[in-house]
């Protein structure tokens, strides 16, 4: 099952091409996006979905997108989705054709299912290598050309250090800098609980600001705990009662195994704090 709706609120058939072969989304990877889960037909975090949008956009001196217009996307979207299952959506805002500069960037909404190996990784946890990135923690402030921080299309990076996690027997990988700093995943943020307190790296070390992370501290404060977000160090994760990875489309999803070695058990800590994520939310 697949939707897909041009910004222009056209609805298209996802299984036709859609796409010119000189986009510059495809032949470079230049342009942004956001993947939003639809849950219950409710659009988790969107106003923080669609800000981080801009923000990627101007990371990337791209127009800035129109925001209405992305919403009555992702209504449609929602629409044409059958009740009961999740949809993972793709906003995807690209700087457009390289034969005509002038053009609209392109622009669309497709939601697709989410896929049987993230649900089984919610439910079940998964085990997690620890990747050096190459950057230190001040480069995202000297060096803003390099884009840490924004959404933006080019992930081949992170869709390699996924591979190299598979070859090392892993699901999933947390990103280090040069001196030991905790980043994040390819595709997510870390969260860690210990002692009542939920910790997660400041955005301003050249990480995504997770909608997630944020959603479930918000969520976490309510239901008595404390929240800090500074810097974390590898030797913090081995130590904590519990080791998370957040994304919109992940949740909260457990980390059993670090590096080869397990962890503390950490089931109930995630029960916890994974209903606690889902009571913020209707449906
Ligand atoms: N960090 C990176 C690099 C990501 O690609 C993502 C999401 O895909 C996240 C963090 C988590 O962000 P969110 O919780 O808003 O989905």
Redesign the pocket.
């Known amino acids: 099952m697949r939707v897909l709706i041009h910004l222009d609120g056209s609805v298209a058939d996802p299984d036709t091409p859609q796409v010119r072969v000189d986009d510059l989304g495809l032949l470079r990877g230049d342009g942004v996006f956001?993947?939003?889960?639809v849950s219950g037909g409710h659009a988790r975090?969107l106003d923080?979905?669609l800000d981080?949008l801009e923000r990627s956009a101007g990371m990337l001196d791209m127009d800035t997108p129109d925001r209405q217009a992305w919403q009555r996307a992702v209504a449609a979207a929602i629409e044409r989705w059958p009740e009961g299952s999740e949809m993972a959506l793709k906003l995807v805002y690209t700087r457009g054709l390289d034969s005509d500069p002038g053009a609209d960037p392109t622009a669309f909404a497709l939601g697709i299912e989410v896929s049987e190996g993230l649900l089984r990784a919610r439910a079940e946890g998964i085990a997690v290598v620890t990747l050096e990135r190459g950057i230190d923690t001040e480069l995202a402030e000297r060096a803003p050309w390099l884009l840490l921080g924004a959404?933006s299309l080019s992930?081949g990076i992170?869709m390699a250090a996924m591979r190299e996690a598979e070859r090392r027997g892993a699901e999933d990988v947390i990103f280090t800098a040069g001196d030991g700093t905790v980043l994040?995943?390819?595709?997510?943020?870390v969260v860690v609980a210990d002692a009542g307190t939920l910790y997660t790296p400041p955005p301003s070390i050249g990480?995504?600001?997770?909608?997630?992370?944020?959603?479930l501290f918000r969520a976490a404060e309510r239901a008595g705990w404390s929240t800090k977000i500074e810097p974390l160090r590898l030797e913090d994760l081995r130590d904590a009662d519990g080791v998370f990875l957040?994304?919109?489309?992940?949740k909260v999803t457990r980390i059993h195994t670090l590096d080869g070695e397990q962890l503390p058990d950490s089931r109930a800590l995630h029960a916890e704090l994974a209903a606690a994520y889902e009571s913020e939310y209707p449906g």
Do not use: D, F, M, W
């Open positions: 956001e993947t939003v889960l975090e923080k979905h981080r959404k992930y992170n994040e995943g390819p595709i997510a943020n990480i995504l600001p997770g909608t997630t992370q944020a959603g957040t994304s919109s489309i992940r």
